[in-house]
């Protein structure tokens, strides 16, 4: 009966890391483009059309690691569209982002026509004989697939890339203030391209987990919001990896939590439970990060504001 | 002197922008240990200039030699590689970064971060300039973010340093200091491109000057030769009025009262309000010195309604509580408000002069009737401002941001005294503006004063406030000091005011009633 008990909550807390890992992918790349300066809000749009594009190359050569890079690739593809428009044309930022987004919801749907139901194998999680054995430990530390661990790491080198390394600084200088960027001679417009890119490519990876790992399939419009959640999540976190990691598991976290509470038969409406990972995941980082100074400290100051050379 | 013993040197430099020619066919040179002057008007060109020697623009045409050399200069970072460095008028820094960070990214050499440190320690302090490199640049003063951009200029052993206005943000002490610290960098054989339209500055520190006007080099000369008088006119081809102040009008009962008014900025960067008072009669002007960020901003926005006090006994106007009236009852009852920013704030840049005049006016004159424009009658009162405050434009159809930032402001002025004020409150009237405007909006606000209005001039201005004020007040962090008549005020007392330091000015006092 014990053992029983202890195998549910290992995979819920599985489940956890799976919820989270893709909010982790999208809300990383989301926090260096604003970090920049630049406000993408078509994270959903680029999710699906990395979603989209991972699946079919999977479904096409069998390779999920293949997946995962066509995915990235797709995703900086939609977002350099995005680039271009703000950083060349001088488009609204908000209204950019926010066509993107839809504009992938439309593409990923065209594309996904002819995939809907086919089934794939999904990565699986990796097995360390030996280490992955240990009861308990083992799965909890040891179970995962690989992409959740990649989610750790990149949180880790993207908060020493702009802690401490002289690119991280020229990118949060170019976010803090363009026109003195430019006059010290930085090229703007070059490096956010480029923080645009790696945006888009992590939001493609974030939408393959979801299409490859999490659920195994394609459906329409199957990122269901997330890149919505991740978009929260940076601003939430005041442009701190460690926080956005922290939120990112929380709201996975407390997600498997209401679904296996709603599994239990408890007595609360459905709609309410459902409401309760963003509560908390807003309330959990509104409270860590509720000093007025580190938040005009770390918001990028340029956020959104278009920027002309002279 | 032969060309290869010139630092710099400028050949028929041209630059044209689709609007206008910034710069056409600039020629002039610079010597090792010089202090050279850059004279001019606003939108003369002097900031095209620089930028482009100092890479940040291209010229269309001419040529830069550098030390005897033909040189094109493609960015900032290879003017650096060659020697130059430059101070920004409004500084390139970054405020939520650190002073080291800030120094970093403005060097072209990327060593670690620590040895940094240890040479912005050294070279601040071989100089004079004390600077913490940890500390962040937003708890810094106006005064210490110059060093910041000096010190980092210094590091790179800079044989040319471009100065843009260095001086405009700084208290009468912190002046003289910078002054020392440039004198002392000429004795080393580096030569300085000093820009400012303050006269006396580059009488008492240039070893030459070059004037230009509308883009165009208009001469040459030794400013310890001319009077301050003579470069003004060499700056802008006219004689100029310089109005002259009435002194002994006597000014009658209080208008505005502010009654011990503290009030949280809202923004953690700029000082809160702490207990500020002081009341303008009518018919005086009452002038507000300080440096930008001391206040000033917090107070205006309260003073005008754009932000409501919760205090009711707070702001008096003739005798009657405003603190919890928006700007339109303020202005019904006769207050006025020219804002510092002009595009944005005093006028709406894409709307044309007629509709921006009945923005500010709606209230108060017939332009409007039963919620119904009248557009006739707005275009006639924009044409009136246009003619009696000569603003130079196309018309009434003009669209604001299409004027120069003197004619915008003359008619912002213009149209707010055509209401009649009871209470006119200025920022910065003057910020910006050529000779002639400026001379024509100080007497327009003296004319007003004469008819009895109380006006509120808040600048950063010196000369300005001494020229037309009746009595002086300064803003440091917060704190408004007590007022006096500007009769009685040095600019030394005023400098050590701007500086917080109100003790020491009643010190000061006490030493000279003795």
Redesign the interface.
Known sequence: MIGFEVETLIAILLGVARGATPLVFAAIGELITEKSGVLNLGVEGMMLVGAVSGFITVVVTGSPILGFFAAMLAGALLSSLFAVLVLFLHTNQVASGLSLTIFGIGLSAFFGLGYIGTPIKGLQAIHISGLSDIAIIGPLVFGHDIMVYLAFVLVAATAWFLGKSRWGMILRAVGESHHAAHAIGYPVVAIRFAAILFGGAMCGLAGAYISLIYTPMWAENMTAGRGWIALALVVFATWKPGRALIGAYLFGGVTILQLNVQSLGVDVSAHLMNMLPYIATILVLVLISRDETKIRLNAPACLGKPFRAD | MSPEHLRLELQGITKKFPACIANDQVNFEVKPGEIHALLGENGAGKSTLV?MIY???QPDAGQIRWEGKNVQID???MA?KLGIGMV?Q????????SVL?NV???INE?GPLKDLAKRIIEVSEKYGLPLDPMR?I?TLSVGERQRVEIVRCLLQDPRLIIMDEPTSVLTPQEVDKLFVTLRSLREEGCSILYISHKLDEIKALCDRATILRAGKVVGYCDPSQESARSMAQMMVGEEIKIPAKKEGVQAGDDCLVVNNLSMSSGD??VADLDSVSFSVKSGEIFGIAGVAGNGQNNLLSILAGERLCPDDRSILMNGRSIAHLGPQKRRKLGLAFVPEERLGHGTVPEMSLADNTVLSGHGVSDLVQMGWLRFSKAHALAKKIIEAFDVRTGGSKSEAKSLSGGNLQKFIIGRELLKNPKLLIVAQPTWGVDAGAAAAIHQALMDLRDQGCAILVVSQDLDELFAISDRIAVISNGRLSPARPSHDMSVEQVGLLMGGMFDQVDEWDEDAQR
């Not at chain 2, 409004?90 to 970064?97: D, R, T």
């Open positions: 930028k890479g940040i623009m960015n900032p970072a650096r920004f409004h500084f390139s820094l970054f405020e939520s970064m960070e970093a990214l403005g990327k962040h937003h953690v960067f």
